[in-house]
T-cell receptor, first 109, second 114 residues
Framework: GIQVEQSPPDLILQEGANSTLRCNFSDSVNNLQWFHQNPWGQLINLFYIPSGTKQNGRLSATTVATERYSLLYISSSQTTDSGVYFCAVEPGTGNQFYFGTGTSLTVIP | KAGVTQTPRYLIKTRGQQVTLSCSPISGHRSVSWYQQTPGQGLQFLFEYFSETQRNKGNFPGRFSGRQFSNSRSEMNVSTLELGDSALYLC?????????????FGQGTRLTVV
């Protein structure tokens, strides 16, 4: 199946700092989504972004499908941004997501 | 509108028992998928249902099964539970079967096998 790599695996930031999370995938995809997993385990939708750029408040994302990567930008980070961020892709072969191993973000006050 | 609802939220079972988990998708969504999350293996696909038909299955033993009802609600069943089945089980729903539309996840069911 398709390989999904996320970097960095862990990130510690001071409140107010900016960060960039990266997701590389090994094949073309139909669907790419970014999620934030809250402390209770739920995957919260951040972006549905198979290509192009989107912004939502302090967060934005860019997917360059032809080069097989996506970036999630977090600006002016807050402690509530802490958690694990997952990139998930669906290659159009079986209606299933392939997940990266996540980036664990800790924002300290 | 209501999101994806999974019940129960927490379960403790004994080895050898069986368990049934439930997922109600967003109203109007017809595709439901199940995932298992463990610290060692991460998030892994179990199976996907669309219009009561299983269209895809992940690499899990036959002890893991599922079904979907005419109202799109889905259940998954694990028989003869093993300690390694302890995990967070997540359900996702999508509007149609194409999966080039946004998918939404429920809060999950945390299963502990003792």
């Amino acid at each position: 199946g398709i390989q999904v790599e996320q970097s960095p695996p862990d990130l510690i930031l001071q409140e107010g700092a900016n960060s960039t999370l990266r997701c590389n995938f090994s094949d073309s995809v139909n669907n790419l989504q970014w999620f934030h997993q809250n402390p209770w385990g739920q995957l919260i939708n951040l972006f549905y972004i198979p290509s192009g750029t989107k912004q939502n408040g302090r967060l934005s994302a860019t997917t360059v499908a032809t080069e097989r990567y996506s970036l999630l930008y977090i600006s002016s980070s807050q402690t509530t941004d802490s958690g694990v961020y997952f990139c998930a892709v669906e290659p159009g072969t079986g209606n299933q997501f392939y997940f990266g191993t996540g980036t664990s973000l800790t924002v300290i006050p | 509108k209501a999101g994806v609802t999974q019940t129960p939220r927490y379960l403790i079972k004994t080895r050898g028992q069986q368990v049934t988990l439930s997922c109600s998708p967003i109203s109007g969504h017809r595709s439901v998928s199940w995932y298992q999350q463990t610290p060692g293996q991460g998030l892994q696909f179990l199976f996907e249902y669309f219009s009561e038909t299983q269209r895809n299955k992940g690499n899990f033993p036959g002890r893991f099964s599922g079904r979907q009802f005419s109202n799109s609600r889905s259940e998954m069943n694990v028989s003869t539970l093993e300690l390694g089945d302890s995990a967070l089980y997540l359900c996702a729903s999508s509007l149609d079967g194409s999966w080039n539309t946004e998918a939404f996840f429920g809060q999950g069911t945390r299963l502990t096998v003792v």
